[in-house]
Structures are given as C-alpha cells and as structure tokens.
C-alpha cells in the first residue's frame, strides 16, 4: 500500500504540474504548438516549466510598470519612466534575436538537436508574445500622456511613440518568423530514419513549400529594404537643402545619437557579459562543493585506513611480544609467524593504499585552491563589470540629457526639420531590422536546402532501388 500511495502522489503531482503548463501558455501559441509529440517527456515538462516561470515573471514586470507610470505625479517623470522602460524593451528585442541567431548558426552546423532547437525556440515565441503585451501597454500609456504635455515634451512623446510602433511592428514580424523557426525543428525531427518512399516524398513536398514561402519572405523583405533605402536618401537630399546652421545642429544631434546607440550596445554586452560571468560563478561554486565533500570522503577514507592500521600494529606488537617471551608450543608459534606475515602483508597494502589516498587528497586540495582563486578573479571581475554598468548607465543619463536639449534647440530653429530628422533616425531602425531579417532568412533557406537534399538523396537511394526490383 505504501508504494501505491507514493505513485498516487506521483501522479498527482504530474498532473498539477500538467495542468499549470496548459494554463500558462497563451492560447493563440497553445493551438498551433506542435512539437510535443516528438519531443521526450522529461524536456517537455522541464521546457514547459521554464516557460511558466517565465510568464509569470514577466506578468509582474509587467504590474510594476503599470503602477509606476499610473502612480508617478510628474507628467515628466510618467515619460522618463516610459522612456526607460522603452530602452528595456529594446535591449531585450536584440538579446532575442541574438539568440534566434546563435540557434540557426547551431542548427546549421548541427551542434544543436532539433528538439532543443524546437523547444528554445518555443521559449523565444512565448517570450515575443509577452513582448508584445508590454509594447501595446507601453503605447497605450504614451497616448494618455499625449494629452497633457508641454510643447517641448510632444517631440519626446512623438518620437517614443514613432519607435514604439517600429518595435511593436518588428515583434510581430518577429512573431511570425519564429513560428516559421519553430517548423524548421519539426520538419528535421520528421525525418528520421524513414525508408518509406511515400512519407519521404511528402516530406520532400513540405520542406520544397517551406522554402518557396521563405523566399516569398525573401522577395518582399528585399523590396522593402530598398523602399527604406530610397526614402533615407530622400530625407538627406531634403535636408542638405536647409541652413547650415541648421544642418550643424542636427549634425550634431546624428552624432550624439550615434554615441547613444554605441552606449546602448555596450551596456547591453557588458550585462551580457556580466550575467555569464554570475553563471560560471554560479558552476564555480557547485564545483568547489563538489570538491569540497570529496575531500571529507578522502579524509573520512584516510582515518579509516588509519584505525585499521593501528589495529594491525597494536595485533603485530602483541604477537611479537609473545614469540619474544618463547610461550606456547611449536605449532602455535608457527601460527604466530604465518599470521605475522600476512599482517606484514596487509600493513604494506594499507600503506600503498594510504599513500595514493593522500595523493588523491593533495590533487583535490589543489584543485579546491584553483577554484577558490578563479572565484575570487570572476567576483572581482563581476565587480568591475558592475561599476563599468553603472558609469555607462550614469553617461547614459547625461547623453539623454544633452540630446534632449539640443532636440529643443533645434526644434525652436525649425520644427520640420527637427520631424524629418526623427523619422530618418526611424526608417534607419527599421532598415536596421529588416536587414538583420533578411540574414536570418537566408540561413533558414540554407538549413532547409540541406535538409531538403538529404531527403532527395534517400528518395532516388529507397526509391529508385524499390523501383528497380519490382518484376
């Protein structure tokens, strides 16, 4: 009954945890998530666990903002709170698709399974998902401010809700391609070892129109990247047109800008850095208490080869003090010496067992004082990465500062000017990201291709054989 009573409970909790990863999924993912049935139980549930924590982590950030824009008193500081939340947003679009990058580059050279590949990839939608959400909150609150700003901070407002749109634009579209990634991993996890010439040529068939609406992608991605081109080069013929005066204000605010982006990248690479050096930490620390409780089972191991030496020593003295005192008969003496010989015999195994204990014991000591010494150097340099955040995080600030006032300036001089030049900066983001689009579709173009090979290569090897041998 005992063991009944542990699977019941098993199975309880299997189930709890069941129903906490179908109601934590997004319904509009839920429906269209295919990729658990060719996936191992214990990575789906463990897949599907992190991507609950993760929902449920960003539904809180998602609550403090809200509360902090909704309870600030300053319309200024409402902005600066949306402005900063602005950046996060941002920062973790580039970190997504710097992820979506290193996945494809892993897939392509076959350093990931497709079903790690499928289930990151599963995580990166569901997170493009709450990204979203944040992005539509985030231009809701800028269109209640819009209403009660000064003139000054409407080009602000303007400008955030110009990017925001842009932003909201590339995670749908970003949406929509990771979905497309998502069926990369289950078109790979199809084929398998299949000899059946119908289920290959099907499959030949589905990865043939998967690369045809790529490159449907393709095409439409490369005319709109020329349409951004073409309307940059006019907004720079229009404005060469202007005082230069003028021209050197907004030269400056370019430059300016420029630098911003540059700080932005460096933060963003510098927390990168420093969330990888909290990660080895973290591995540093789970090693030394590996080598830390291996030592106690050596030096645990050490005293029991102690004791029992002593025993032996102290069964040695006491035999050899009674052939020194000549007592008992011949054939017990004769016992006596076989049993002292032996015990010689043990010792010295005792002792060669000792000495490799104690070199094992010096190894593992060696090894704990490196890990303790590579500690210390990642803590400090964790530090250091912290301070070098913080000192970019402060000229950040006095950059937004600067920038904000010459937007003033320039703004007094001409507001036109001052409204081409911020939808140059936007069209210049969204080139930016169409760009980068484009890289990744060629990529998932090229993993199909090889896979679609692969499947052709099987089609005319099962195939054509099968053809050759019917009568």
């Known amino acids: 009954m005992k063991v009944d009573g542990e699977v019941f409970l098993k199975i309880v909790v299997l189930v709890a945890i069941m129903l906490l990863i179908i109601n934590g999924v997004p319904?509009?993912?839920?429906?269209?998530?295919?990729?658990?049935?060719?996936?191992?139980?214990?990575?789906?549930?463990?897949?599907?666990?992190?991507?609950?924590?993760?929902?449920?982590?960003?539904?809180?950030?998602?609550?403090?903002?809200?509360?902090?824009?909704?309870?600030?008193?300053?319309?200024?500081?409402?902005?600066?709170?949306?402005?900063?939340?602005?950046?996060?947003?941002?920062?973790?679009?580039?970190l997504m698709n710097q992820e979506r990058d290193n996945l494809l580059r892993k897939l392509l050279n076959r350093t990931i399974s497709p079903q790690e590949f499928s289930l990151e990839m599963r995580r990166i939608r569901i997170e493009a998902y709450e990204l979203?959400?944040?992005?539509?909150?985030?231009?809701?609150?800028?269109?209640?401010?819009?209403?009660?700003?000064?003139?000054?901070?409407?080009?602000?407002?303007?400008?955030?809700?110009?990017?925001?749109?842009?932003?909201?634009?590339?995670?749908?579209?970003?949406?929509?391609?990771?979905?497309?990634?998502?069926?990369?991993?289950?078109?790979?996890?199809?084929?398998?070892?299949?000899?059946?010439?119908?289920?290959?040529?099907?499959?030949?068939?589905?990865?043939?129109?998967?690369?045809?609406?790529?490159?449907?992608?393709?095409?439409?991605?490369?005319?709109?990247?020329?349409?951004?081109?073409s309307n940059i080069s006019k907004i720079d013929e229009s404005l060469h047109q202007f005082p230069s005066i003028t021209s050197g204000c907004l030269e400056l605010l370019r430059n300016l800008t420029l630098r911003l982006d540059m700080l932005e990248r460096e933060i963003f690479n510098l927390?990168?850095?420093?969330?990888?050096?909290?990660?080895?930490?973290?591995?540093?620390?789970?090693?030394?208490?590996?080598?830390?409780?291996?030592?106690?089972?050596?030096?645990?191991?050490?005293?029991?080869?102690?004791?029992?030496?002593?025993?032996?020593?102290?069964?040695?003295?006491?035999?050899?003090?009674?052939?020194?005192?000549?007592?008992?008969?011949?054939?017990?003496?004769?016992?006596?010496?076989?049993?002292?010989?032996?015990?010689?015999?043990?010792m010295d195994k005792l002792n060669e067992r000792r000495r490799e204990f104690n070199e094992l014991m010096n190894e593992v000591r060696n090894r704990i004082e490196r890990h303790?010494?590579?500690?210390?150097?990642?803590?400090?340099?964790?530090?250091?990465?912290?301070?070098?955040i913080s000192k970019r995080v402060r000229e950040r600030g006095e950059m937004l500062k600067i920038i904000k006032e010459i937007k003033e300036k320039c703004s007094s001089e001409n507001k036109t000017i001052t409204r081409m030049y911020i939808t140059k900066t936007l069209l210049e983001k969204r080139l930016e990201f169409s760009e980068r689009e484009l890289e990744r579709i060629e990529m998932k173009i090229e993993i199909l291709s090889n896979w679609l090979s692969e499947v052709n290569d099987r089609i005319a090897r099962f195939c054509q054989q099968a053809t050759e041998e019917k009568p």
């Open 27 to 94: 319904a509009s993912i839920a429906e269209e998530d295919t990729t658990s049935s060719n996936i191992p139980l214990g990575l789906e549930i463990s897949a599907s666990l992190k991507e609950v924590i993760m929902q449920h982590k960003e539904a809180i950030s998602s609550y403090i903002m809200e509360v902090k824009t909704l309870t600030s008193k300053s319309v200024d500081e409402r902005l600066r709170l949306i402005e900063e939340y602005h950046q996060q947003l941002k920062q973790r679009i580039s």
């Open 271 to 346: 927390n990168k850095t420093r969330s990888e050096s909290l990660r080895r930490l973290s591995q540093l620390h789970e090693e030394l208490n590996q080598f830390t409780q291996r030592e106690q089972e050596i030096r645990q191991a050490i005293n029991d080869l102690e004791n029992q030496y002593q025993r032996m020593s102290n069964e040695k003295r006491e035999l050899e003090g009674r052939l020194n005192t000549n007592i008992g008969r011949d054939k017990e003496r004769e016992r006596i010496r076989e049993r002292l010989q032996e015990l010689f015999r043990e």
């Open 372 to 388: 303790l010494k590579a500690i210390e150097e990642l803590r400090n340099a964790t530090q250091r990465f912290m301070e070098e």
């Open 132 to 229: 979203s959400i944040l992005s539509d909150k985030l231009g809701y609150r800028l269109g209640e401010l819009g209403r009660s700003l000064s003139e000054n901070l409407t080009i602000v407002a303007d400008e955030l809700t110009e990017t925001n749109k842009i932003f909201s634009e590339h995670v749908r579209e970003m949406t929509e391609q990771v979905k497309e990634e998502l069926k990369i991993g289950i078109y790979k996890l199809s084929v398998g070892n299949i000899t059946d010439c119908r289920k290959l040529q099907s499959i030949s068939n589905t990865l043939s129109r998967a690369i045809s609406r790529l490159e449907g992608f393709r095409e439409k991605l490369v005319e709109r990247i020329d349409n951004l081109r």
